[in-house]
């Protein structure tokens, strides 16, 4: 089985910052496009960044300029460096990634979340 396991969130300021991480493990022959998504009480998940095999990145307009979505391949890892946080960055943030098996087979997988808390 292909776990995705996120780290990092927490508890800060208005205006500081935090890294999240998210590393995948299990029978994987390589991993495409892989994003991290929010869910903020009451709202619909939403699209943060995402960052594909070469690296392309594309974010939401709320954060253009202060997230940056970062991946290591070598270890299956994709981070989110959050800085000049708002209180409406405030949600659960989720890990999301195509994973190629070694079977040849896709599958889209989700990571557990973790606790985002920006305090005014």
């Known amino acids: 089985q292909v776990q995705l396991v996120e780290s990092g969130g927490g508890l800060v300021q208005a205006g500081g910052s935090l890294r999240l991480s998210c590393a995948a493990s299990?029978?994987?022959?390589?991993?495409?496009?892989m994003a991290w998504y929010r869910q903020a009480p009451g709202k619909q998940r939403e699209l943060v960044a995402r960052?594909?095999?070469?690296?392309?990145?594309n974010y939401a307009d709320s954060v253009k300029g202060r997230f940056t979505i970062s991946r290591d391949n070598a270890k299956n890892t994709v981070y989110l460096q959050m800085n000049g946080l708002k209180p409406e960055d405030t949600a659960v943030y989720y890990c999301n990634a195509d994973i190629q098996y070694y079977s040849g087979t896709y599958a889209n997988h989700w990571g557990q979340g973790t606790q985002v808390t920006v305090s005014s």
């Open positions: 960052i594909s095999g070469f690296r392309s990145t």
């Open positions: 299990g029978r994987i022959f390589e991993i495409n496009l």
